[in-house]
């Protein structure tokens, strides 16, 4: 069973940029794709990025200011944030489905980690 922890979250002003980071079973991530979602306060959780087989997806929201990556001989998927903007503020939470079709569709990913909150002053 996959585990799932994310890292990296914080404060940053508008701008600034975050890397997050999370750490997973390499032995279940070669078995399938890698997400990241975030939820704000009061509004829906939201596909920002999923990689498939070094294949990127990205949500419109935040198309060309994110970037996810994973090191091939490592356990963890990043997910780098950049020129963020306070509506940007939410908790982050990345996920896992097995299989290899790029999807943001939340209930494709069944295992998720426990969240990181980024926080964007204006």
């Known amino acids: 069973q996959v585990q799932l922890v994310e890292s990296g979250g914080g404060s940053v002003q508008a701008g600034g940029s975050l890397r997050l980071s999370c750490s997973g079973s390499r032995y279940s991530l070669s078995r399938g794709c890698m997400g990241w979602f975030r939820q704000a306060p009061g509004k829906d959780r939201e596909g920002v990025a999923v990689?498939?087989?070094?294949?990127?997806l990205y949500g419109d929201s935040v198309k060309g200011r994110i970037t996810i990556s994973q090191v091939n001989n490592e356990d963890q998927v990043y997910l780098q944030l950049d020129s963020l903007k306070p509506e940007d503020t939410a908790m982050y939470y990345c996920?896992?489905?097995?299989?290899?079709?790029?999807?943001?569709?939340?209930?494709?990913?069944?295992?998720w980690g426990q969240g990181a909150q980024v926080t964007v002053s204006s």
């Open positions: 990689l498939c087989g070094g294949v990127p």
């Open positions: 996920a896992f489905k097995e299989g290899w079709r790029l999807s943001l569709r939340l209930l494709d990913f069944r295992t």
